[in-house]
C-alpha cells in the first residue's frame, strides 16, 4: 500500500513546474510505483494558454477548482471546464487550455509518467521509457 499526501510532495522530484511557467504539477503516482497509470494534481494558472498534444499518452482530466476555456485544435470545438468537469484525450487530439482563474485538476496518463516530463517544442510528452 502507498500512502502519500500533496503536502510532502512539495518542492520533491514529484513537484514539476513546466519550463514555460504556465503550470506546476504534483505526480502522486508514477510509472516507479508500479500501478499502470499516473496521477497527479496539476494547477494551470490564470491569464496563460497551454497548448498540449500528448501523441504517447491518454489523459483524463478532473477539474476539481477554477474554470478554462478548452479548444479542441483539431474541430475547433470548444467546451468550458468548471468544476466537477472531466474531459478525455483519448484520440491524441491537439488541445489548448485557457485557464480564466487558477485551474486545479487531477489528471490520470496511460502509460504512466516517470516523473520528470514537461511538453517538448510540439506539446508532447516524450514516449514512455522502457521498463520505467
Not at 510532502?8 to 510505483?33: F, P, Q, Y
Not at 476555456?69 to 491524441?92: A, N, Q, S, V
Amino acid at each position: 500500500m502507498i500512502v502519500r499526501s500533496l503536502s510532502e510532495i512539495e518542492n520533491t522530484e514529484r513537484h514539476v513546474r513546466a519550463a514555460s511557467g504556465t503550470w506546476e504539477s504534483k505526480r502522486l503516482v508514477l510509472a516507479r510505483d508500479k500501478a499502470g497509470f499516473s496521477l497527479h494534481e496539476t494547477v494551470l494558472y490564470a491569464g496563460t494558454e497551454t497548448s498540449m498534444r500528448y501523441a504517447h499518452h491518454v489523459e483524463a482530466v478532473l477539474c476539481v477548482a477554477g474554470e478554462a476555456e478548452l479548444t479542441d485544435e483539431e474541430t475547433g470545438e470548444t467546451h468550458w471546464i468548471k468544476p466537477g468537469t472531466m474531459y478525455l484525450l483519448d484520440g491524441h487530439e491537439r488541445h489548448t487550455l485557457r485557464p480564466k482563474t487558477d485551474f486545479r485538476c487531477v489528471c490520470v496518463f496511460n502509460p504512466p509518467v516517470t516523473g520528470w516530463e514537461d511538453h517538448d517544442e510540439n506539446g508532447s510528452y516524450p514516449p514512455p521509457e522502457p521498463n520505467a
